[in-house]
């Protein structure tokens, strides 16, 4: 599985991006794609997953309210929309596809098999 995660940029705070995760390869019916960021000195952490077999999503509290993460399945595509920008969010955003993970796992990025590249979101205030 190949992962390539684009549509990051630089924005003032307040504003929007939305991110996308293309997919190529073979996944599963039951995979579940997450975004993470890392923050300047920080660890990595969750920000906001979709599973394929029955759309769940959950959101990091930092996310909710502000993100939104959606699928194409025609596209093989997973987005991250982001609203209400503000600096804290600046870093960079990668996502990565688990073949089989239970829920309480879905938010660890180490349960996660496959990682796109990143994409950096840069908000300034």
């Known amino acids: 599985v190949q992962l390539q995660a684009s549509g990051g940029g630089l924005v003032q705070a307040g504003g929007s991006l939305t991110l996308s995760c293309a997919a190529s390869?073979?996944?599963?019916?039951?995979?579940?794609v997450g975004w993470f960021r890392q923050r300047p000195g920080k660890e990595r952490e969750f920000v906001a997953r979709?599973?394929?077999?029955?759309?769940?999503?959950a959101y990091a509290d930092s996310a909710k309210g502000r993100f939104t993460i959606s699928r194409d399945n025609a596209k093989n595509t997973v987005y991250l929309r982001m609203n209400s920008l503000i600096p804290e969010d600046t870093g960079i955003y990668f996502c990565?596809?688990?073949?089989?993970?239970?829920?309480?796992?879905?938010?660890?990025?180490?349960?996660?098999?496959?990682w796109g590249q990143g994409t950096q979101v840069t908000v300034s205030s």
């Open positions: 979709i599973r394929r077999s029955d759309n769940s999503i």
């Open positions: 390869g073979r996944t599963s019916s039951t995979h579940t």
């Open positions: 990565a596809v688990g073949l089989r993970l239970i829920t309480s796992s879905t938010t660890d990025p180490a349960r996660y098999d496959y």
